[in-house]
């Protein structure tokens, strides 16, 4: 009988297998980062006129809590004019419950703003606490899907007679606009 053969297999050297590792990682690092830069969007931040507001950097929370109400209820204030013929009174929009007008705890948090119609062409909100919100303007046209909203925070305004661009700025009327050119979250100011 022959005697038994031992083999002796000794483990093959880890420094391969980790360098292998390596290159994957670092090839893996130079993809991800030429895909990074080659799909690079520039930011183009477009500023606004200094009559005018930007409703997402430029507003308290109050104010913009108010805009946004305004914009929604843009809408069923166009569809109850094709009904009536005529634009609806501040305390129709009420008792239907549409914010802003609807005195409620929203509103009176938000400056208590009293509401009245101007020449059947605008809406003017009246601030009872113009620390909190200004007073707000937003005029209609009869084919306007776009809301033209205007704000003053002076404590002593009053009910604008000529709702022209040139009278409102004049008085120190700012309108305020929304852009949409770059999400707030990448809002970068130096």
């Known amino acids: 009988m022959s005697s038994p053969t031992t083999q002796v297999v000794r483990p093959a050297g880890a420094g391969h297998e980790t360098l292998y590792v390596l290159l994957l990682c670092l090839m893996i690092l130079v993809v ?5 830069t080659w799909r690079h969007e520039s930011q183009d931040v477009s ?3 200094s009559h005018q507001l930007d409703a997402r950097r430029d507003l308290s929370a109050s104010e913009q809590g108010i805009y946004a109400d305004l914009r929604v209820t843009l809408d ?13 009174t501040p305390e129709a929009l009420a008792d239907e419950g549409f914010a802003p007008f609807a005195q409620d705890a929203s509103s ?12 059947a062409k605008a809406y003017f909100g009246q601030s009872q606490t113009p620390t909190v919100a200004g007073s707000f303007l937003m005029r209609l046209t009869a084919g306007d899907d776009a809301p033209d909203i205007w704000l003053s925070r002076d404590k002593t305004i009053i009910a604008p007679r000529d709702l022209t661009d040139a009278a409102l700025e004049s008085a120190g009327w700012q309108q305020i606009v929304a852009q949409f050119d770059a999400g707030v979250t990448r809002q970068h100011r130096h």
């Open 32 to 36: 991800a980062g030429s895909v990074v």
């Open 47 to 49: 500023s606004v006129s």
């Open 76 to 88: 069923e204030i166009h569809l109850l004019r094709r009904e009536q013929q005529t634009l609806p």
């Open 108 to 119: 009176v948090s938000r400056g208590g703003h009293a509401w009245q119609l101007l020449d």
